[in-house]
């Protein structure tokens, strides 16, 4: 079992910042792969980034890319989503997630599922 615990978020300004933190709990992470997705009212959720927790290969959605960076702390078992820039629309609920597949932007491959954060960018 793997468990994933956010924290972060909140409100802001657009043009700001803010770090989403997931520390996760349970397994050997070492071959999962964490990602990042967000929801937004009447939408799908999104996927935005994934890093692969041993090689530290990262992938971007186009819409995020030089604005958002993912990484992660091996030490802490954390991995965290650094936003910059931020717009309005960015404004959602944010989840991060493990998976066991690699290469994978798909809600359904990830198995486990932090609790969400919400987002929120005032114009």
């Known amino acids: 079992q793997v468990l994933l615990v956010q924290s972060g978020g909140g409100l802001v300004q657009a043009g700001g910042s803010l770090r989403l933190s997931c520390a996760a709990s349970?397994?050997?992470?070492?071959?999962?792969?964490m990602g990042w997705f967000r929801q937004a009212p009447g939408k799908e959720r999104e996927f935005l980034a994934a890093i692969t927790w041993g090689t530290g290969l990262t992938q971007y959605v186009d819409s995020v890319k030089g604005r958002f960076s993912i990484s992660r702390d091996n030490a802490k078992n954390t991995v965290y989503l650094q936003m910059n820039s931020l717009k309005p629309e960015d404004t959602a609920v944010y989840y991060c997630?493990?998976?066991?597949?690699?290469?994978?932007?798909?809600?359904?491959?990830?198995?486990?599922w932090g609790q969400g954060t919400q987002v929120t960018v005032s114009s």
């Open positions: 349970g397994r050997t992470f070492s071959r999962y792969v």
């Open positions: 997630a493990a998976s066991g597949l690699v290469n994978t932007n798909k809600p359904v491959d990830y198995a486990y």
